[in-house]
């Protein structure tokens, strides 16, 4: 789980959501009517991120769990790496522990600028070995470190798009279309060309954008439908308009099914 934490975000409720929604399906907290938990194979890491990037020490032989910040987010590296990344049913008492602490420990974060583009590439890093499934919650604009998006084409001069439908040459309205196609086409190919490295590793990305303004996701989005994943889009995210749809959707993606990797063999006679 890859879990942007500004202040906005957590007053909002959503950090409050899908802590709770994990805690469901942790073997000690099965649900007996529809017996949903997580596999006994399932492992499990826990990433949140703002300006600096936090990793969270999950070995079960801990009372309480560690976070681990790492603030050069120009010289990214795994710190405790058997430790971030476990598996649940080992270490669940030190998981459920931190799922109830973390929308307090946020709770009065007052950084604003977001590191998504490097915390991509530290969770890939703790995936690289085994593959799975990233669960990429985001409600800020990246706007430091890798894989900024630039939000200044959304204030560009209204004067560069010409009405190219207009018989009359000499009109210099806007011309919407022009504007709509520009706004849907990605700002460059840096998430696309993520996805294609994240995806030699059988790594799927999933994101869960639940923005207050505009993210640029035709930017990003390149990253969840080059890996195979899922975009699930809350926009002005409000915890009683989306609370029941977002863990309904978390559950979801959470118990599906899911094959990473498969052979084919065609034999001809």
Not at 66 to 88: A, K
Not at 230 to 242: A, I, K, W
Request: with cysteine.
């Amino acid at each position: 789980f890859l879990i942007d934490v500004p202040l906005i975000l957590v007053n909002s409720g959503l950090l409050d959501v899908i802590c709770s929604t994990i805690k469901k399906l942790l073997p000690k907290n099965r649900d007996h009517i529809n017996n949903k938990s997580f596999d006994s194979r399932t492992l499990i890491g826990i990433i949140t991120f703002d300006s600096t990037i936090h990793f969270y020490n999950l070995n079960y032989n801990l009372k309480q769990t560690q976070m681990l910040v790492l603030p050069d987010i120009q010289d990214i590296f795994i710190p405790l790496p058997e430790d971030i990344l476990v598996n649940v049913h080992e270490c669940q008492n030190i998981i459920d522990t931190l799922l109830d602490n973390l929308p307090i420990i946020w709770r009065n974060n007052k950084i604003s600028d977001c590191c998504a583009g490097n915390a991509l590439k530290v969770a890939f890093m703790v995936l690289k070995k085994i593959g799975g499934k990233l669960l990429f919650f985001l409600s800020s604009v990246p706007n430091i470190g890798e894989y900024v998006v630039n939000l200044n084409r959304e204030i560009k001069s209204k004067g560069k798009y010409k009405n190219i439908y207009s018989s009359n040459s000499a009109n210099n309205a806007t011309d919407p279309k022009l504007r709509e196609v520009e706004l849907l086409t990605p700002y460059n190919n840096n998430y696309a060309e993520l996805a294609q490295n994240i995806t030699q590793y059988q790594i799927a990305v999933d994101l869960f954008a639940c923005p207050s303004h505009n993210l640029d996701l035709a930017t990003i989005y390149p990253l969840i439908k080059n890996s195979g994943g899922t975009l699930y889009y809350y926009p002005q995210f409000n915890v009683h308009q989306y609370n029941d749809k977002l863990s309904e959707e978390l559950l979801f993606i959470l118990t599906a099914e899911t094959a990473w990797e498969s052979v084919m063999r065609i034999r001809i006679s």
